[in-house]
């Protein structure tokens, strides 16, 4: 989720966290109980300052080991010992339940979203990805605010975000009861579809859909269960050739191949320079593909530059590779 989001969850399980007597009873522990879930609810994004490096470091860590089942562990015990040499007064035990509370929280809402997290580590370095929930929801980012604005003109926090909760539970089954209609319109609209990605949007019944049949990657969207094709790309199996191997070296193309399970290739030639495109089809946005990653090699394979990210025109794109196809 969005840091908004996360924010506003953390917040909320802080009023929730009255329903237990040792935090309601005592304002000490209530303070730090409250900080802890809220610094908690954001911990395991630490991991965005990665971006400052580079898109490559990025795309392969980010909701890596910050959110892997060691950090779960770890966060905890680092803000409450931390939270505890500044309310010293404060139950310790109940701090640390509920500051892990927070962090469990984030990591297992990232999982819904077609991002994912590799929250499985170290026992597996799989993505967990169920694609439901965009990375920014408006509905459950206004729930929350809503709950928090009803809270802050005097009303019962436990029942106000138990209430929350619970209206948050069956809206997760009904995004889940979406996308399973919506695949399997997929699939009755591309006979012999092999593989079926469906990625949600801000709007509940707009998704977009990318799929794969033997012969074929298919991109489109779903509204509803009406699925609209936009376009359609014969599958290209990628040549074990020099350039490739080379391309395939390279930081930025490893960190995308890592990331993206559905994408094409192009190879391109101007002048003395081949360029390797990836281009991952999930996120197809007005007629544009922007995740993409791009390396150019020399005549002797070497690389010259290379990027992997969000691009959403050629002209940014050359600007990043610093490179004119003049």
Known sequence: MDTGTHIVMGIALGGFAMVDPAVASHPVT???????????????????????????????????????????????????????????????LHLW?????????????????????????????????????????????????????????????VWTIGILYLAMFFYYIARFAVQGAIKSAVRNTIPGATEVFVAPTMRFFHWRIAADTDRHHYVGRAYGRTINIYDKFMKKEMPENNLIQAAMKDKNIAAFVSFSPLYR??????????????????????????????????????????????????????????????
Request: proline fraction near 4%.
């Open 30 to 92: 209530m303070t730090a109980v409250v900080s802890g879930v809220i610094i908690g609810s954001l911990a395991p994004d630490v991991d965005t300052v990665l971006k400052l490096r580079d898109n490559a470091v990025y795309i392969r860590h980010h909701r890596g080991a910050t959110h892997s089942i060691p950090a779960v562990l770890l966060w905890p015990l680092l803000i409450a010992g931390a939270l505890s040499l500044v309310f010293p007064e404060a139950n310790l």
């Open 97 to 157: 339940l509920w500051t892990f509370l927070a962090v469990f929280m984030h990591v297992f809402v990232d999982i819904f979203n077609s991002y994912g997290t590799q929250a499985l580590r170290p026992i597996s370095n799989r993505w967990v990805a169920l694609g439901v929930i965009n990375t920014f929801d408006p509905i459950i980012f206004g729930a929350h605010v809503l709950a928090l604005m009803i809270w802050a003109f005097g009303a019962d926090p």
């Open 265 to 326: 290739w192009e190879i391109n030639e101007y002048g003395n320079i081949y360029e390797v495109r990836l281009i991952d089809l999930r996120y197809r946005s007005n007629d544009y593909y922007p995740f993409v990653a791009v390396a150019h090699l020399d005549k002797e394979c070497k690389i010259i530059n290379s990027y992997t990210g969000w691009i959403f025109s050629e002209d940014k794109l050359k600007k990043k590779l610093d490179f004119s196809h003049n």
